[in-house]
């Protein structure tokens, strides 16, 4: 409220309420009812594996159709949720629809598809994580294995034995645990041995350099650094930002095991998987 207050200034000059400040604000009053409205919705991206070109699975990206100001990406709303708390039932929102969603791929005779889901920092900090995911999976009728959570190296940093423990549990259990946005946090490697995860997903400015050739030397330097790490440690790789099939080729001779990106698919309604693992299949 007091945003929509233009502030005195002093004399006849008034200061102007910040429209982006306010834009906010909005969002976020609207957020708790767009959830309950079912404004909400998921795209899909596949995952590629590099090694023979088939659809492994696909990640879950949550967007908002948003009745005044049309279809909204995450980045212009999780942090909102994030700090509001809605966050917690909109991630579990997210997770049992993937779950469904990954169920009925199955059913649909798709194969092992896997689903990836995205986990925010206040839902790896709620108590109820490790019962809620077991609960989503059970009611889908879901493998551990068929879901990876995605979690960024950033909501990690610093995180001790005991709140490492939900993950290490659900890890336990047959859960996947990747690494999202990799390289862009912490920059000390040795953290990596101690945390429950079974992949590193490379951040997309490491791969940026090799959608042209030559590629950036540089960047090539980084990612056979890094694939060489990650296998040493057990872990898969998987790169994201695939833009073109020189990227893609150039990724595959260095090792890195996973795909996702627009030379592939851009995110799209689940439909979509269908007619790329049909491609896949024939071809
Ligand atoms: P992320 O998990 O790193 O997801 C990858 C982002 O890169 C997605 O953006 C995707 O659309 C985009 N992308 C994929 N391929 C390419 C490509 O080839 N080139 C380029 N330039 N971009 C590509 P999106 O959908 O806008 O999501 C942004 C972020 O929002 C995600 O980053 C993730 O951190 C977060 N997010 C999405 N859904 C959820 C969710 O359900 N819960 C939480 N907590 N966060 C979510
Ligand atoms: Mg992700
Ligand atoms: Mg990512
Ligand atoms: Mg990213």
Redesign the pocket.
Known sequence: ITMYRAKAAGGNRYELADARAIARHNLTNCLPTALENGEFFIEY?PLVRLADGTVRGA????RWLHPVHGVL???QF?PLAENTGL?VPL?RW?LEEAARQARAWRSDGEGPMRVN????PSQLRCPTLVADTVAVLRNAGLDASALCL?V?ENALIGADEKELRPLRELADLGVDIAL??FGTGYSNLSYLRRLPVSTLKLD?CFTRGMQQAPADPVDVKIVEGIVSLAHTLDLSVTV????TGNQAEHLRLLGCDTA????YAR?GPPERLHTLSLADAAS
């Open positions: 991206q990640e879950a990206l949550v990406g995450p980045d999780i966050i991630g997210v889901v995205n986990l925010s995605e960024t999202d946005d997309r994201e930002g695939v833009e996702q990106g627009w030379y995110p």
